[in-house]
C-alpha cells in the first residue's frame, strides 16, 4: 500500500468497495461499499434532523452491525457518539442520555421502552413510523457536504456513584486525519494494513471493544462480530473466519483455557490478540502464550486514555509488567505530595498524552485528575522499573473489576442504602475464579434480622440496578467497623476474603 494514501474506510470504500467488511452476529454480510453508503446517509438525515457539531448521540442495544454504521456516520459530522449499556435499567439510561444531552437514542425494540421519555428522539432498529431507524439510510449516499471529526464520549463511574462522560475537544479537522490516526495506532500492536481479520469478542457499549472493531475497519481488516460470546463460539469463528486479531479480557482467557475441546480448533491464522480492562494473572498469560504463541499483546489504559503496551517477548523477559508507554503517551509516577518518584518506588500512576479530556459537566472532578503540567491519573498505584516498564500495584480506590468490566461500589451502596431494613453498608470486590472479583455486600440491618431477607434485598436491588453490579451474596454484621469521623474501615471486611490468595487488592 502507498503510505501517501493513510488508510481510512473511506480510502478502501474508494478502492475495494465488493469487499466483505463485516459479518453481523446473524452471520449477515456487509461490504465495503454498503457500509460506507449507508454510513453516509445516516450522516446526512442526521445533520437533516437538526444534530449539528458538538451534539450527542447514544446507542442503547447489542452487538449489531448498525453500532459500526452509526460509528462511521458520527465520525465525518462532528457529533458525540455516546455507548450505553443495554444492561442498565430505565433511570440509569435516562441518566446518562440527560447527562449528554443525546438528541437521538438508537435501540431496539425489547429495550426501547428504557430510552422513552427522555428528551432524545427515539429511533428503533427494525421499528416502524417516525420511530424507524431505517428511515435514516435513505436518500444520497454522497458525502456530507459539511464534513468535521467526531468523537465517542464513553460514560465512565466514579467515587460519586454517578456516571461521568469522558470528554475530548473535537478536532478542528476533516474526518480523514482522525481516522487514519485511529487505523495508524493499530500499527503499534504490528497490524498491517488490509491484511486481517477481527473478532469482536465483547460487548461494543465498552470504550476499547468500539475502538477497536472501528479501528480496524479504518485499517482496512474485516470485522467479525459476536453478540453472545461462548469460548467454543470464539473457537469456532477463529478457524471458519480465519481471525488474526481481537481485543479480550483476562476473563475470557480463564474460560478458554477450561474449554474441554479447545485442542480441536485451528489458531494459527492468530497474530496480534490484544488484552486489557483488567489485570492477568501470570499463570494464565503464561497458559494463553504456551497456547497460542507470541501473539498475544497487553495494554494499559483507561476510558479517559493511555497508556502502555507490552508484547510476548518483553512480558517473558518482564512477568507482570503492563509495558512502556504508547508512542503518544508518556508515564510517570507521583508521590501523595506530588514529587516524581525513583525507579521501582511506588506512587500514583500519571499519564500524558496528545489529547486532553473532561469529565463532562464535573469541573472538580476533571481538574482533581489532572496535574499543571499536563499529566492525568485515575487513581491506580504502581512504579516503573529502571526500563521504563510498568507495573501496577493496586486499583482504583475501592473499584471492583469483574470480567474487565469497571464496577464502583458507592453507586451500590447508595442503592441499597434506601432500603427500609439497611442500617449501613459496604460493598466490595472478593475473589472469583472465573470473573477475577465479584460484588459483595456487607449490612447492618435495622432491627432483627428476618429470613429470608438476603433474598428479599437482592431481589429489590435487581429492580433498580443493572444486574452485573448486584451483589452476588451478603452478608450480615452486628456493627460496621467505621472511625470515629465517620470512615468506614473497608479492608477489615475485604480482607479476610483476600487472604492466602496471593494476589494484591
Not at 154 to 179: D, I, Q
Not at 182 to 209: C, D, I, Q, R, W
Amino acid at each position: 500500500m502507498d503510505m501517501s494514501n493513510l488508510p481510512t474506510f473511506a480510502f478502501w470504500a474508494r478502492t475495494d468497495r465488493d469487499r466483505v467488511a463485516v459479518i453481523d452476529p446473524e452471520y449477515g454480510e456487509h461490504t465495503v461499499g454498503e457500509l460506507q453508503d449507508r454510513a453516509n446517509q445516516i450522516a446526512r438525515n442526521l445533520q437533516a434532523m437538526g444534530l449539528e457539531h458538538g451534539d450527542a448521540l447514544a446507542y442503547c442495544t447489542r452487538n449489531c452491525v448498525e453500532i459500526l454504521e452509526l460509528a462511521l456516520a458520527t465520525q465525518q459530522i462532528g457529533v458525540y457518539l455516546v455507548p450505553a449499556s443495554w444492561h442498565l435499567t430505565k433511570p440509569e439510561l435516562g441518566y446518562i442520555l440527560e447527562d449528554s444531552r443525546a438528541k437521538v437514542v438508537v435501540t431496539t425494540p425489547k429495550l426501547a421502552d428504557k430510552a422513552r421519555g427522555t428528551a432524545a428522539k427515539v429511533l428503533i432498529i427494525g421499528g416502524e413510523g417516525d420511530e424507524a431507524y431505517e428511515s435514516l439510510k435513505t436518500g444520497s449516499t454522497e458525502p456530507p457536504e459539511e464534513r468535521w471529526a467526531g468523537a465517542t464520549m464513553t460514560y465512565t463511574s466514579g467515587t460519586t456513584g454517578k456516571p461521568k462522560g469522558v470528554r475530548r475537544p473535537l478536532a478542528k479537522a476533516p474526518p480523514e486525519p482522525v481516522a487514519s490516526g485511529y487505523a495508524m495506532f493499530m500499527m503499534v500492536y504490528t497490524m498491517k494494513p488490509n491484511e486481517g481479520v477481527h473478532l469482536v469478542v465483547s460487548p461494543l457499549y465498552h470504550t476499547a471493544v468500539l475502538y477497536f472493531a472501528s479501528s480496524t475497519l479504518h485499517l482496512g481488516h474485516q470485522v467479525v462480530i459476536m453478540d453472545k460470546w461462548t469460548p467454543e463460539g470464539m473457537l469456532e469463528r477463529i478457524e471458519k473466519y480465519r481471525v488474526t486479531n481481537s481485543h479480550m479480557v483476562p476473563t475470557q482467557f480463564t474460560r478458554l483455557l477450561n474449554c474441554p475441546d479447545r485442542g480441536k480448533y485451528d489458531v494459527s491464522s492468530l497474530q496480534n490478540m490484544v488484552h486489557g480492562a483488567a489485570p492477568c494473572p501470570k499463570p494464565v498469560k503464561k497458559a494463553m502464550l504456551e497456547w497460542w504463541g507470541d501473539c498475544v499483546y497487553e495494554y494499559y489504559a483507561a476510558s479517559e486514555g493511555g497508556g502502555t503496551i507490552i508484547g510476548p517477548k518483553d512480558w517473558r523477559e518482564r512477568p507482570g509488567s503492563v509495558g512502556k508507554p504508547w508512542p503518544t503517551a508518556d508515564i510517570k509516577i507521583f508521590d501523595d505530595e506530588g514529587y516524581e518518584l525513583a525507579p521501582n518506588e511506588v506512587g500514583t500512576v500519571y499519564i500524558k498524552m496528545a489529547q486532553s479530556f473532561e469529565y463532562h459537566r464535573d469541573k472538580a472532578k476533571t481538574e482533581k485528575a489532572w496535574r499543571t503540567d499536563g499529566y492525568f491519573t485515575v487513581g491506580d498505584a504502581g512504579y516503573l522499573d529502571e526500563d521504563g516498564f510498568l507495573y501496577l500495584c493496586d486499583r482504583k480506590a475501592d473499584m471492583i473489576i469483574s470480567g474487565g468490566v469497571n464496577i464502583y461500589p458507592a453507586e451500590i451502596e447508595s442503592v441499597l442504602s434506601e432500603h427500609p431494613k439497611v442500617l449501613d453498608v459496604a460493598v466490595f470486590g472478593i475473589p472469583d475464579d472465573d470473573w477475577g472479583e465479584q460484588v459483595k455486600a456487607v449490612i447492618e440491618v435495622k432491627g432483627s434480622q428476618d429470613i429470608g431477607l438476603e433474598a428479599s434485598i437482592l431481589a429489590w436491588a435487581r429492580e433498580r440496578i443493572a444486574g452485573f453490579k448486584c451483589p452476588k451474596s451478603i452478608d450480615f454484621v452486628d456493627t460496621m467497623p467505621r472511625e470515629e469521623n465517620g470512615k468506614l474501615r473497608k479492608r477489615l471486611l475485604r480482607d479476610p476474603y483476600w487472604e492466602g490468595t496471593g494476589r494484591q487488592i
